[in-house]
């Protein structure tokens, strides 16, 4: 890709099966594509395909899937962009929805997205900003158009790894530079979040998993 030194090579950040297990993808970052492995009745991987094509310099990190439609949501590293699509579930192949920036406007500092997650109910998704320090909380729509809502900042530096608890009632980031995880409450009606006023002071995070 253009992005240089980053995409200077492939770069295979992400790799995700599907919920059906019949697909691998990988998400990688170097040459701006999602591609996609189906797996036989063997399980064995298939040849290589190209599931999506992104933007050039998008720097495609993370992919996660939604919980009960046939989409997809890809967080990009390099364009700090998050893109929705959706997933044929017969090929595994991605149609592009919709892509939106996860920064508000007029935002002109550096940054790299990190982390993506999707409410349990699949309205909500949430995006994290290295650079700017803080998570985006996105509305999603029934055919996967995305729109930003807020900006809600971390109460730390450097935002690598988010997650949602179980239940959904609440968000932990992970401030790796000030060796912090923050806790924030959910609305599960609108979204948003709020500091709790709760965190945990911790060397280095880089990933939260329950």
Known sequence: GPFLPNQASPHAHCTLFDATGRFLYVSDLGIDKVLLYPINAEGKLQEQQLALDMDPGDGPRLLIFHPDKDQAFIINELSSSVVSAAVDPETGIFTRIDKQ?????????????????????GRFLYTSNR??????????TEEGKLSLLHNEPVQ??????????PDGEFLLVANRKSNNIVIFKVDEESGMLTYSGNQAPISQPVCLVF
């Open 101 to 121: 920036s996860t920064l508000p406007s007029g935002f002109e500092g550096k940054n790299a997205c990190a982390d993506i997650r999707l409410s349990n109910d």
């Open 131 to 140: 650079g700017h320090n803080s998570i985006g909380i996105f509305s999603v």
């Open 156 to 165: 730390g530096d450097w935002p690598r790894n988010f997650t949602l608890s």
